[in-house]
């Protein structure tokens, strides 16, 4: 999926400041098209994992409850430069998307 992710990570000493903004509908099942009338189905992030040189650093679990097109911050403690970080997320129709970016 192209475009599907935008990440950013800033190196603090030996702390990785990872911001990474997700692209995603994050359709609730109980909104209504206001042309049709009918339901939009469900359609949500359901699973990221943020990697740092392939050892898993963050495991979520999302729900519906997740706002449209998410945000997510967080550190790494331990990082230097030229070290990578990737993000994956997979969402519940099993569409994915992934994104790396090596610290400097």
């Known amino acids: 999926m192209a475009d599907a992710m935008k990440i950013r990570a800033q190196l603090q000493g030996d702390v990785a ?4 903004l997700m692209f995603h509908p994050m359709e609730t099942g109980l909104r209504k098209d206001p042309v049709s009338g009918e339901v939009i189905p469900l359609h949500f992030i359901q ?3 943020a990697t740092h040189n392939g050892k898993t650093v963050m495991d979520a679990q999302w729900s519906q409850a997740v706002s449209k097109n998410p945000f997510v911050n967080f550190r790494i403690r331990g990082a230097k430069p030229g070290d990578k970080v990737t993000v994956n997320w997979e969402d519940n129709k099993g569409e994915k998307a992934s994104i790396e970016t090596t610290l400097n």
Do not use: A, I, N, P
């Open 17 to 20: 400041d990872v911001k990474v």
């Open 47 to 49: 699973r990221v994992v």
